[in-house]
């Protein structure tokens, strides 16, 4: 059964950072990519960052472009999102998935067909 196993999150004031790691188990780390998703209470979950882990290729929400770096260790089977100068607004649940087989990056939910359990981020004011 394959597993996505988050740590990291916790409680950080606002422009600090913190890094967020997601291993994986019995999931071939070939032509897929991995992302970071969000979600907030009432809301939908929304991409964050995502990464093709056969040539390293990365996208990310506008929210976070230029502060959050998506980032791979293939030996590991590790995926990191590196966040800096986080915000209130970063406040949230953050999900690691792995999509289905996929030369190229996919960043849609749907995509996604493994996901980890979450890991709160509080950012505080």
């Known amino acids: 059964q394959v597993q996505l196993v988050e740590s990291g999150g916790g409680v950080v004031q606002a422009g600090g950072s913190l890094r967020l790691s997601c291993t994986t188990s019995?999931?071939?780390?070939?032509?897929?990519?991995m992302g970071w998703f969000r979600q907030t209470p009432g809301k939908e979950r929304e991409f964050v960052a995502g990464?093709?882990?056969?040539?390293?290729?990365?996208s990310y929400a506008d929210s976070v472009k230029g502060r959050f770096t998506i980032s791979r260790e293939i030996a590991k089977n590790t995926v990191y999102l590196q966040m800096n100068m986080v915000k209130p607004e970063d406040t949230a649940v953050y999900y690691c998935?792995?999509?289905?087989?996929?030369?190229?990056?996919?960043?849609?939910?749907?995509?996604?067909?493994?996901w980890g359990q979450g890991t709160q981020v509080t950012v505080s004011s």
């Open positions: 019995r999931l071939t780390f070939g032509n897929r990519s």
């Open positions: 990464i093709a882990l056969n040539d390293g290729g990365t």
């Open positions: 998935a792995a999509s289905r087989i996929s030369r190229n990056l996919v960043i849609t939910l749907g995509d996604y067909g493994y």
